[in-house]
C-alpha cells in the first residue's frame, strides 16, 4: 500500500471510531431506561456494528487485509471520543433519554 493509501485508511478507521463513539453515547441512553434485554439487544448491535466496521474498513480502504494501524486507529479515536467529546455530549442526549422514559411507559401500559 502506498503512503497514500494508509493515511486514507487511518483516517477513515478514525472517523469509523469516532462514529462508534456516537454510537455507544446514543446506545448508552436505551440501555439506561431499558432492561436486561434492552441492554442485550444494544451490545449486541454495537458489537455487530463495529465488527462489521472494521471489516468494511478492511475491504474498502485496506486492499483486503486490515493491518494493526487501522484498528488501533479505531480503538484510539473511540478512547478519545470516550474520555474528550462525550462528558460534554452526554448532557444532550439526556434529554432524548427522558422522552425515551415516557415512551417506554406509555408502551408498557398497552402491552399489559
Known sequence: MSIGAQTISITAAAL????????????????????RTA???CDLFFCLFCTA?????????CEGR?????PAGFL???GLYLF?????????????REKMLVFLKKVRKNVK
Not at 16 to 35: C, E, F, K, N, S
Not at 53 to 61: N, R
Open 84 to 96: 474528550g467529546i462525550s462528558p460534554s455530549v452526554t448532557p444532550v442526549f439526556g434529554i432524548y
Open 53 to 61: 466496521e472494521l471489516f468494511l474498513i478492511g475491504m474498502l480502504f
Open 66 to 70: 486490515l493491518g494493526v494501524w487501522e
Open 76 to 78: 484510539t479515536a473511540f
Open 16 to 35: 469509523g471510531g469516532l462514529a462508534a463513539g456516537l454510537l455507544y453515547d446514543l446506545l448508552r441512553q436505551i440501555r439506561a431506561v431499558g432492561g
Open 39 to 41: 441492554g442485550f439487544l
